[in-house]
């Protein structure tokens, strides 16, 4: 049976990929691993993160996880956010997709849903300057930008960050920040005058949360345990998409299979799975193919395709940092337990605005998140002191403590990239990455994250420390096959569709020709829905 | 199945029960639940968790045989490498007394008035310097005397 077009992944490109292409009247198949977590979601009860301490005996099981994989005994990793019941997120994907590298940590996903099962949840719309590279205007994206609101419901303020940001028209109404945001928010408004002028701003994060009831999910219930649970719906995981596609009939979704490659005939495509489960291989037909499994995934996939195995191709990914901060207004007040535990405020750092315009560099963003309901423990080992009196401190501490986490943009240098390993066995699919900062990158980030540190000094939050993960922490992957307006070999077309082939387009960050120092989801989600929308008109 | 009861042996390890109830008065100063022994002796075994199973570690071993010892070496192991045995296990047994019912209230924020708050972290906070002060020759003199 050959289908108009082939999805490969359920993440968040190719969740709403699929759904502009059925909404244009096209059938898909959706081919996926799928992994899902089937051992915690169920022992989670629909309680506030306090209740659930203070009453549930069988917390240990998912708050450390039956073989105490939360529990960490090593150093910083990527991921190291991930809680139990969110591990099935990245699970299995080293042992099928393996990276060699050791400049860059990667962090992929074979699940129902991908990453976007365990994302920020940040919607942040990318402007005139950060899309120059691309042959997309943000006007053309812009439609698509408020299609995707309205799919996924997004919860937004009108403030300073509005002119970063952008704002939905379909935006609900926006989260209640908690007692330690809204000292901070305080001061700002109080000075926000004089920091304006120095190019910060600072406002509540759009987020993909629905406030409101939307499609059966939401309104959010100020649990606390958006790390842990998903039992409001509140938060947007693109598998809700895919249920409610597939509820629509017109999407099949085969899960177990991992894509290994395409190949064009002149009827449209071929595509190749393994079950990965018993290892049968099988072939999928396809009019068009649409790859949304991921930038790295997606790059295996076509450079095996294509034959271009030892080959790079470049790689982006938002350089990060994160920095805890104590909050001295907080010192001796009681918070509320009544929050979300998703980031309470962004910041935007413009060092153009400071300069007058002599700076050239692209704003740098920050998110500050409260840490509540990530657990003490976690934190004791980077106190280094004793645990008892480690311990002791962090209690006072807990309701004054905060996390910075700032993303800085990210281009393109001969010393990021990745190449499939040249490899005796077909189906080996280890991808080589390589990944260093330049000289003049560091320095940049430096400069910038001392001055937004000097910032948040003057809201009131002292840092404690700047800890810088590793590359490849932000989970922020993009522009291995990147848009041009005229493309050749390894870019895509406007349309998304790879110059070297027919049909195959790509939908995921892999095309972005720039990375700006924000959450790419929206924008990725965006981006799938405009070329689904536009493939579902040329197979029409 | 809850898995406090999957594959544990009857009698729990007599030296990760030592442990278990040392670290709990240490951290609590409260006894240790027996489902809480069985617990540790089910993290211990993950591979990353207990290093110093095969070879034993001076320092964790001395800890644990002198309790009166604990919070000084854990001072002192804060700040040198040498401890890592030693904090592991206690970051282990954190885990598991804040993963429970029983412990939340040691665990969760507690609220103080700002001078409160500031007295009490420059108490912990000299404690701590001071016990890594007498902790640290006490360490050098474990640690020195397996070699």
């Known amino acids: 049976m050959t289908h108009d077009a082939i999805v490969v992944g359920s993440g968040p490109a190719g969740a709403n990929a699929a759904a502009a292409l059925i909404e244009g009247g096209r059938s898909v198949l959706m081919l996926d691993v799928g992994d899902v977590d089937a051992r915690y979601e169920a022992l989670i009860p629909p309680a506030s993160f306090r209740e659930i301490r203070q009453t549930d005996p069988a917390q240990h099981r998912y708050l450390l996880g039956d073989d105490f994989e939360g529990v960490s005994f090593g150093g910083v990793r990527v991921g190291a956010q991930l809680t139990p019941p969110r591990l099935y997120v990245t699970g299995s994907a080293s042992h099928h997709m393996p990276v060699a590298s050791d400049t860059f940590a990667a962090a992929e996903s074979l699940a129902l849903g991908g990453l976007g099962n365990a994302w920020g949840a940040g919607v942040f719309g990318f402007d005139e300057r950060e899309l120059a590279e691309w042959p997309v205007t943000r006007a053309e994206l812009e439609p698509h930008y408020e299609t995707v609101a309205r799919r996924i419901g997004i919860s937004a303020d009108d403030d300073d960050l509005t002119a970063f940001f952008g704002r939905p028209a379909a935006a609900m109404p926006p989260l209640d920040i908690d007692t330690n945001a809204e000292t901070v928010l305080r001061r700002y408004r109080s000075r926000r005058e004089a920091l304006n002028r120095q190019g910060f701003f600072m406002g509540r994060p759009p987020l993909a949360v629905c406030t409101t009831p939307h499609r059966g999910r939401g309104p959010h219930a100020y649990r606390d345990m958006d790390f842990w649970a998903d039992s409001d719906r509140s938060v947007y995981r693109p598998r809700w998409t895919v249920d409610e596609l597939r509820r629509g009939g017109r999407c099949r979704y085969v899960d177990r299979r991992l894509v290994l490659r395409f190949d064009e005939h002149a009827d449209g495509v071929a595509v190749t799975t393994r079950h990965v489960d018993s290892g049968d291989l099988e072939t999928f037909q396809g009019r068009a193919l649409v790859l949304a499994a991921g930038t790295l995934s997606t790059a295996r996939i076509v450079l095996r395709s294509l034959g271009r195995a030892g080959e790079r191709v470049p790689l982006l990914c938002n350089p990060y940092t994160y920095v805890p901060v104590v909050n001295w207004a907080m010192l001796g007040r009681a918070s509320r337990d009544r929050r979300h535990s998703l980031a309470q405020l962004s910041a935007v750092y413009h060092p153009g605005i400071a300069t007058g315009g002599h700076e050239t560099d692209m704003p740098v963003q920050a998110q500050l998140y409260s840490y509540r309901s990530l657990l003490t423990f976690r934190l004791l080992p980077e106190t280094r002191v004793a645990y008892r009196e480690g311990l002791r401190m962090m209690r006072l501490l807990m309701p004054a403590l905060g996390i910075i986490g700032i993303n800085h943009d990210d281009r393109r240098t001969p010393s990021k990239y990745c190449a499939m390993r040249q490899a005796a066995s077909a189906v080996d699919s280890t991808l080589e990455v390589h990944y260093e900062l330049t000289d003049a990158e560091r320095a940049r980030m430096d400069r910038h994250e001392r001055t937004i540190l000097r910032f948040f000094r003057q809201l009131g939050c002292w840092p404690i420390k700047r800890v810088r993960p590793g590359h490849g922490s932000s989970i922020h992957y993009a522009g291995t096959f990147p848009m041009r307006r005229e493309p050749s070999g390894l870019t895509c077309a406007a349309d998304g569709r790879l110059a070297a082939t027919r049909a195959v387009h790509l939908v995921d960050g892999s095309t972005f020709p720039y990375l700006p120092a924000k959450g790419l989801t929206f924008t990725i989600m965006a981006n799938a829905n405009r070329i689904g929308t536009l493939l579902a008109q040329r197979l029409g | ?147």
């Open chain 2, 1 to 147: 199945m809850p898995p406090d009861h999957a594959g544990i042996a009857p009698a729990v390890d007599a030296r990760l029960t030592r442990e278990a109830r040392v670290m709990t008065r240490y951290l609590l100063d409260r006894e240790c639940p027996p489902e809480m022994l069985d617990r540790y002796a089910r993290g211990t075994r993950r591979p990353d968790a207990d290093r110093s199973r095969d070879g034993g570690d001076a320092l964790a071993d001395f800890a644990f045989a002198h309790p009166w010892s604990l919070p000084c070496l854990d001072a002192a192991a804060a700040v040198l490498p040498s401890g890592a045995v030693l904090r592991g296990k206690l970051h282990l047994m954190t885990a598991i007394l804040e993963a429970a019912p029983t412990f939340a209230t040691d665990f969760l924020p507690r609220h103080a008035s700002r001078a409160g708050t500031l007295l009490q972290l420059a108490f912990h906070g000299a404690m701590a310097v001071a016990k890594a002060l007498i902790g640290l020759p006490l360490l050098l003199a474990v640690t020195w005397r397996r070699r």
